[in-house]
């Protein structure tokens, strides 16, 4: 990767746009650093460190626990984009839109654009409800001064504009820089955190290892730091060889006469990855089974007084990321939504269909039904091999934090998987525009 980057940095072009992605990200991080006005951000830095509030400042790079203009990170546009998408399966005119072509795609990164700022506008509000009721954040003294309503629409707009402000960031990666906009500022706000998570670590290595063992005790402490290491690794490893795996399955095409010139007669192949659906499963997980937590975190947390009131108290401690409940069902839900989201995406019928007309087939299969029935056995397979792996890297910080006491690292399996995904996805584009010019280059 890092030679890549050394080759594309040579090439004047690529150079401009690697310069113009890291002045975008340079903004964001200035934005994370600006905090909203009339919050009491000391309060709103010590709630996060909580499990709910420490994961949604992990997406915004800090900026949540900072009260920072781009609080919301690019959540609203991740939500906004998935809600689109599937609604783009379910409503026939936007089916129609996305089969448009690139007439149809503007319209429907427009729509994903107009609700992209209505979710923020959502997620403002109940930031700000958040902040007001159950921390108890707002300055007094900006609320005498100002009045309480104007205070109140200052943070929800500023919230808002936040988001929407990410989202043209974004787009502006994709028009002049390198790789997926979103995907990069994402990237940038986790690796934000790796700071404070090297901290973290030196602050149990030396202050409660080394300094206890020479009293007499903290061996546990000394010992454990270079196995988070050593799995942090290997967890690393772990998502580059599902990243790259693939499924081939191969194709003959049959020799075809037209005019006075033979096509086809070539094998080739359908390659299927393993984990097609990447990172979205987890997300999608992740903000079900966060549901109840963000209920709560909103209303307040529940008292246990009579009937519904144990049964509130009930959700309010199963659904705790500590708890096992909780792992098993987030374990749960990115098994089904790794099968969901490749059911929407991967058609074998159409597959089956496009085989047919170019005149392929799978070897020892029929065309038509017996082709796929067996696309739909192989998908069924490495859809569930896939959504295997996604779910063990996903709740592994969870069982590792309960076996070893050891929680609020900033960089989880979710995290690291996000950041490999990006940089691997980014060093693939940047060597296939190195690519374009080589041959561009060689024609001239």
Same mark, same amino acid.
């Given at each position: 990767?890092?030679?890549?980057?050394?080759?594309?940095?040579?090439?004047?072009?690529?150079?401009?746009?690697?310069? #113009?992605? /890291?002045?975008?990200?340079?903004?964001?991080?200035?934005?994370?650093?600006?905090?909203?006005?009339?919050?009491?951000?000391?309060?709103?830095?010590?709630?996060?460190?909580? *499990? #709910?509030?420490?994961?949604?400042?992990?997406?915004?790079?800090?900026?949540?626990?900072?009260?920072?203009?781009?609080?919301?990170?690019?959540?609203?546009? $991740?939500?906004?984009?998935?809600?689109?998408?599937?609604?783009?399966?379910?409503?026939?005119?936007? *089916?129609?839109?996305?089969?448009?072509?690139?007439? +149809?795609?503007?319209?429907?990164?427009?729509?994903?654009?107009?609700?992209?700022?209505?979710?923020?506008?959502?997620?403002?509000?109940?930031?700000f409800l958040m902040i007001k009721n159950n921390y108890n954040a707002l300055v007094s003294e900006a609320q005498r001064g100002f009045g309480f309503w104007f205070a109140a629409a200052?943070?929800? /707009?500023?919230?808002?504009?936040?988001?929407? =402000? =990410?989202?043209?960031?974004?787009?502006?990666?994709?028009?002049?820089?390198?790789?997926? +906009?979103?995907?990069?500022?994402?990237?940038?706000?986790?690796?934000?955190?790796?700071?404070?998570?090297?901290?973290?670590?030196?602050?149990?290595?030396?202050?409660?290892?080394?300094?206890?063992?020479?009293?007499?005790?903290?061996?546990?402490?000394?010992i454990i730091v270079p196995v988070i290491l050593v799995i942090f690794f290997v967890i690393i490893a772990f998502i580059v060889l599902i990243t790259d795996a693939e499924r081939r399955?191969?194709?003959?095409?049959?020799?075809?006469?037209?005019?006075?010139? =033979?096509?086809?007669?070539?094998?080739?192949?359908? &390659?299927?990855?393993?984990?097609?659906?990447?990172?979205?499963?987890?997300?999608? %997980?992740?903000?079900?089974?966060?549901?109840?937590?963000?209920?709560?975190?909103? %209303? +307040?947390?529940?008292?246990?007084?009579?009937?519904?009131?144990? $049964?509130?108290?009930?959700?309010?401690?199963?659904?705790?990321?500590?708890?096992?409940?909780?792992?098993?069902?987030?374990?749960?839900?990115?098994?089904?939504?790794?099968?969901?989201?490749?059911?929407?995406?991967?058609?074998?019928?159409? $597959?089956?269909?496009?085989?047919?007309?170019?005149?392929?087939?799978?070897?020892?299969?029929?065309?038509?039904?017996?082709?796929?029935?067996?696309?739909?056995?192989?998908?069924?397979?490495?859809?569930?091999?896939? %959504?295997?792996?996604?779910?063990?890297?996903?709740?592994? &910080?969870? $069982?590792f934090s309960a076996v070893s006491g050891i929680g609020g690292l900033a960089l989880g399996g979710t995290s690291i998987m996000i950041v490999v995904g990006v940089a691997l996805e980014?060093?693939?584009?940047?060597?296939?525009?190195?690519? =374009?010019?080589?041959?561009?280059?060689? /024609?001239?």
């Amino acid at each position: 990767m890092f030679q890549t980057l050394r080759n594309a940095w040579k090439i004047p072009d690529l150079r401009r746009k690697i310069l #113009f992605t /890291l002045f975008i990200i340079l903004i964001f991080r200035i934005g994370s650093a600006i905090s909203v006005p009339f919050v009491d951000v000391d309060k709103i830095t010590e709630a996060a460190k909580g *499990e #709910f509030l420490g994961y949604l400042s992990m997406l915004s790079g800090g900026g949540f626990s900072d009260a920072s203009i781009f609080a919301l990170s690019i959540t609203p546009y $991740i939500n906004a984009s998935i809600i689109i998408q599937l609604l783009t399966v379910a409503i026939p005119p936007l *089916e129609r839109l996305a089969k448009e072509g690139e007439t +149809g795609r503007k319209k429907l990164a427009q729509i994903t654009r107009y609700t992209t700022v209505v979710l923020g506008l959502m997620l403002g509000i109940a930031y700000f409800l958040m902040i007001k009721n159950n921390y108890n954040a707002l300055v007094s003294e900006a609320q005498r001064g100002f009045g309480f309503w104007f205070a109140a629409a200052v943070i929800v /707009l500023v919230f808002t504009a936040g988001s929407a =402000m =990410m989202m043209w960031l974004g787009e502006q990666i994709n028009e002049r820089g390198i790789g997926n +906009g979103i995907s990069i500022l994402l990237f940038a706000g986790i690796i934000s955190r790796l700071p404070s998570a090297a901290i973290y670590l030196w602050s149990i290595f030396y202050d409660a290892g080394i300094t206890q063992l020479n009293a007499g005790g903290g061996l546990k402490n000394v010992i454990i730091v270079p196995v988070i290491l050593v799995i942090f690794f290997v967890i690393i490893a772990f998502i580059v060889l599902i990243t790259d795996a693939e499924r081939r399955i191969p194709v003959q095409y049959a020799k075809r006469v037209v005019g006075r010139k =033979m096509y086809g007669g070539q094998n080739t192949y359908i &390659p299927i990855k393993v984990n097609m659906s990447g990172v979205m499963p987890i997300i999608l %997980a992740v903000s079900m089974v966060s549901v109840p937590s963000v209920i709560f975190n909103f %209303a +307040g947390a529940p008292k246990g007084k009579g009937f519904f009131g144990q $049964i509130a108290l009930f959700i309010y401690t199963v659904f705790k990321p500590s708890h096992p409940v909780y792992a098993v069902l987030y374990f749960l839900l990115i098994i089904g939504f790794a099968f969901f989201y490749v059911k929407i995406q991967y058609n074998p019928l159409e $597959i089956s269909n496009n085989l047919r007309k170019n005149s392929g087939a799978i070897p020892g299969y029929r065309p038509g039904k017996p082709t796929v029935d067996f696309i739909n056995r192989v998908l069924n397979k490495i859809t569930l091999t896939g %959504a295997l792996c996604l779910g063990v890297i996903a709740t592994f &910080p969870i $069982i590792f934090s309960a076996v070893s006491g050891i929680g609020g690292l900033a960089l989880g399996g979710t995290s690291i998987m996000i950041v490999v995904g990006v940089a691997l996805e980014t060093s693939q584009q940047v060597e296939s525009q190195m690519m =374009m010019r080589h041959y561009k280059g060689f /024609l001239e």
